[in-house]
């Protein structure tokens, strides 16, 4: 099908002259000046209103959106292990834990979708793995974490800043929850008066 059929062109067909009915005597000149000015000065006012009404700032704290219990990788479950979690439990992210019960990286699906695929961060083909891979192997580590008193905003702007999809939510060294990017999307939808980037 041809572009042009698909986007016609537009224009104007033809111009006339308009020719004034009457002249704009000077009084009735001034008289739409006055008026234009009043009403300038009548939405000056209603923004000075506006910027003097209480402003309210909705705080919202990781510890009201995080999702607790925060179901956990061992650091020895291997690759089908933690394939079977994402595929059962529909995460996208999982924190990696030591024997000790301390948080110590976080894998996601893509991690081990790319592992199974045999492609590297930068999407380069290599040599297949296999699925008995120690999770460990792929998480990522040192992992960011925030506390429970963390405002919502900061874990946003670290989610579009760091591109990281998960926050792992840490109280006096232990793991407590975990806020993901569907977490920050549900709490801006419940406190629609959530400022994102003050």
């Known amino acids: 099908m041809p572009l042009e ?3 016609k062109k537009t224009g104007v067909a033809q111009i006339e002259t308009i020719v004034a009915e009457r002249p704009i005597d000077e009084k ?3 008289g739409g000046l006055e ?9 000056t006012q209603a923004y000075q209103s506006a910027k003097q009404l209480p402003q309210t700032h909705a705080v919202v704290f990781a510890e009201q959106i995080m999702s607790s219990p925060v ?7 291997t690759v089908d292990e933690g394939m079977t979690l994402f595929r059962t439990k529909q995460f996208r992210h999982l924190p990696v834990i030591s024997s000790a019960g301390k948080l110590i990286g976080m894998v996601s699906d893509r991690d081990i979708l790319r592992h199974l695929g045999s492609v590297t961060e930068n999407y380069q083909s290599q040599v297949g793995h296999s699925r008995d ?13 925030a506390s429970g008193d963390t405002d919502v905003r900061y874990i946003a702007r670290l989610f579009v800043e760091r591109r990281v ?3 792992p939510i840490i109280t006096d060294g232990e793991l407590r929850g975990i806020v993901a990017r569907s977490d920050v999307l549900k709490a801006v939808m419940r406190h629609f008066s959530l400022e994102l980037w003050v």
Do not use: C, N, Y
């Open 35 to 43: 008026k234009q000015g009043r009403q300038a000065a009548a939405g």
């Open 133 to 145: 891979k120690q999770v460990d192997r792929l998480m990522t580590s040192p992992v960011l974490t």
């Open 28 to 30: 009735e000149h001034r």
């Open 165 to 167: 999809g998960a926050l």
């Open 71 to 77: 179901v956990t990788l061992g650091s020895q479950a």
């Open 5 to 7: 059929t698909l986007f």
